[in-house]
């Protein structure tokens, strides 16, 4: 059986910092592309993080390069979003999914989940003004 089970989320006022992470059991955790992603009240949910198997790539959308920061520990099974100077636009449930996507357009960075990836069931996070 798969899980996938993220927590770390919380309440945290504008410029201050949160770190997620993500167990992963059932699945081979290292052959896996890893991502974040989020979805906030009323919208879609959208791509935050994409890391390599081996942690040999990270792409990030645009609104949060330079402030969050995706990695893994295979030995673990686990990954990690670090998330500093947050601001309420970052507000939204946050999901870790097993398997990731990323790509450029006109719009810049995408990040997408595979169609077959496993999602946990999110950990909230909240950024008050």
């Known amino acids: 059986q798969v899980q996938v089970v993220e927590f770390g989320g919380g309440l945290v006022q504008t410029g201050g910092s949160l770190r997620l992470s993500c167990l992963v059991s059932?699945?081979?955790?290292?052959?896996?592309?890893m991502g974040w992603f989020r979805q906030g009240a009323g919208k879609e949910r959208e791509g935050v993080a994409c890391?390599?198997?081996?942690?040999?790539?990270?792409y990030y959308r645009d609104s949060v390069k330079g402030r969050f920061t995706i990695s893994r520990d295979n030995a673990k099974n686990s990954l990690s979003l670090q998330m500093n100077s947050l601001e309420p636009d970052d507000t939204a449930m946050y999901y870790c999914?097993?398997?990731?996507?990323?790509?450029?357009?006109?719009?810049?960075?995408?990040?997408?989940?595979?169609?077959?990836?496993?999602w946990g069931q999110g950990t909230q996070v909240t950024v008050t003004s």
């Open positions: 999914a097993t398997d990731c996507t990323a790509y450029r357009n006109h719009q810049g960075i995408q990040v997408k989940a595979t169609r077959n990836a496993y």
């Open positions: 890391i390599g198997k081996r942690g040999e790539f990270e």
């Open positions: 059932g699945l081979n955790f290292a052959v896996l592309d």
